[in-house]
Antibody
Framework: EVQLVESGGGLVQPGGSLRLSCAAS????????MSWVRQAPGKGLEWVSV???????YYADSVKGRFTISRDNSKNTLYLQMNSLRAEDTAVYYC????????????????????WGKGTTVTVSS | SSELTQDPAVSVALGQTVRITCQGD??????ASWYQQKPGQAPVLVIY???NRPSGIPDRFSGSSSGNTASLTITGAQAEDEADYYC????????????FGGGTKLTVL
């Protein structure tokens, strides 16, 4: 069964750090694009970061310079290192597997996240 | 950066058809993907690509696109379809970034 399981969430003070993990089973992380998506309490989904199969990484402006996405191929696990945490980083954090491609016949691209974990909760508060 | 705009709330009578829309410039080059999220649960992909459903998603869910607008249609809405629905695509103006719509709360009456 294809599955993602997040862990590492918790309560942290403003300015603190936390590392989230996302363990994959049923598929291999390294050949895939993998994203972190978060959802603040009562709010919508917000994309946070992506790591490509080649290792390139990209971030939402709201976390750039503070968060780092990485993976450990030997553990088949995705990570999100979160530093300088702020109250507005409080959210449920999901990891997801991404797919992207191009329909040549229609001259259109597609992008979607087909596998999601159940999420881990991060609370930033003093 | 681009945005995807969704109506905050939509309602439908049980068994009727409802369309949830998503607007944004990115949708002129990207098909939207659609996610269903029920309270306390993770999002679930329901439509991707031109109009594809993952395994296990009922065929009453369908997707379409025209210009800068993508639509998710539920034909014969069921009580279990009551949920939040989010559209998603790449940000076509900012390489490598990804965007979500603000979400639509669907109520089945």
């Amino acid at each position: 069964e294809v599955q993602l399981v997040e862990s590492g969430g918790g309560l942290v003070q403003p300015g603190g750090s936390l590392r989230l993990s996302c363990a994959a089973s049923g598929f291999t992380v390294s050949p895939n694009y993998m994203s972190w998506v978060r959802q603040a309490p009562g709010k919508g989904l917000e994309w946070v970061s992506v790591i490509y199969s080649g290792g390139s990484t990209y971030y939402a402006d709201s976390v750039k310079g503070r968060f780092t996405i990485s993976r450990d191929n030997s553990k088949n696990t995705l990570y999100l290192q979160m530093n300088s945490l702020r109250a507005e980083d409080t959210a449920v954090y999901y990891c997801a597997r991404d797919k992207e491609g191009y329909y040549g016949d229609y001259d259109y691209y597609y992008y979607y996240m087909d596998v999601w974990g159940k999420g881990t909760t991060v609370t930033v508060s003093s | 950066s681009s945005e995807l705009t969704q109506d905050p709330a939509v309602s439908v009578a049980l068994g009727q058809t409802v369309r949830i829309t998503c607007q944004g410039d990115s949708l002129r080059s990207y098909y939207a993907s659609w996610y269903q999220q029920k309270p306390g649960q993770a999002p679930v992909l329901v439509i991707y690509g031109k109009n594809n459903r993952p395994s296990g998603i009922p065929d009453r869910f369908s997707g379409s696109s025209s210009g800068n607008t993508a639509s998710l249609t539920i034909t014969g809405a069921q009580a279990e379809d009551e949920a939040d629905y989010y559209c998603n695509s790449r940000d076509s103006t900012a390489n490598h970034l990804v965007i979500f719509g603000g979400g639509t709360k669907l109520t089945v009456l």
